[in-house]
């Protein structure tokens, strides 16, 4: 929803009807005693209420997700999610052949494939935001080993 800016858009991207979505907020913001959004006829704008929710909101899902996939490892599954980032060019490896046989290997694995550029990939990963990436970069580039 916060990145969306619109209920209707955030409720398909959901699967869900508008209606369902915004009275769900609504709960949550009686619950919470704030208000997450601030509502115009035209858009959704988060409140810093919101904003600060959003933050540890994303945290505890990120450390819930990663106490699931701990606990599949310590019992010798793989789970979880893979971020990966391709640029639009890339040749040299068929990417869809690759990802079919890392699937079938681990399919509790969810795969997120992002497109994008190099550079937009760096940062990414250094941020923890992708976990791996198929760049182009220069031979002038530094590399580590």
């Known amino acids: 929803m916060a990145e969306d800016r ?4 955030a409720a398909e991207r959901c699967l869900v009807v508008q209606s369902a979505l915004s009275h769900q907020i609504k709960a949550l913001e009686r619950e919470l005693g704030v208000r997450l959004f601030a509502r115009t006829s035209r858009r959704v704008e988060t409140t810093a209420a919101g904003e600060a929710f ?3 909101a994303r945290e505890s899902l990120d450390a819930a997700e990663r106490a699931v996939s701990e606990a599949a490892e310590a019992d ?42 190099s550079d937009e990939f ?7 935001r ?13 590399r580590k080993a």
Not at 122 to 128: D, L, V
């Open 76 to 117: 010798g599954q793989i789970r979880g999610s893979l971020t990966i980032g391709v640029i639009p060019t890339v040749t040299t490896i068929d990417i869809p052949t690759v990802l079919g046989r890392f699937h079938r290997a681990h399919p509790a694995v969810r795969i997120k494939l992002r497109g994008g550029g």
């Open 130 to 142: 992708m976990d791996v990436a198929v760049l182009g970069l220069p031979d002038s580039a530094p």
């Open 122 to 128: 760096i940062t990414a990963i250094s941020e923890g």
């Open 6 to 9: 619109s209920f209707t858009r």
């Open 54 to 56: 959003l933050a540890r």
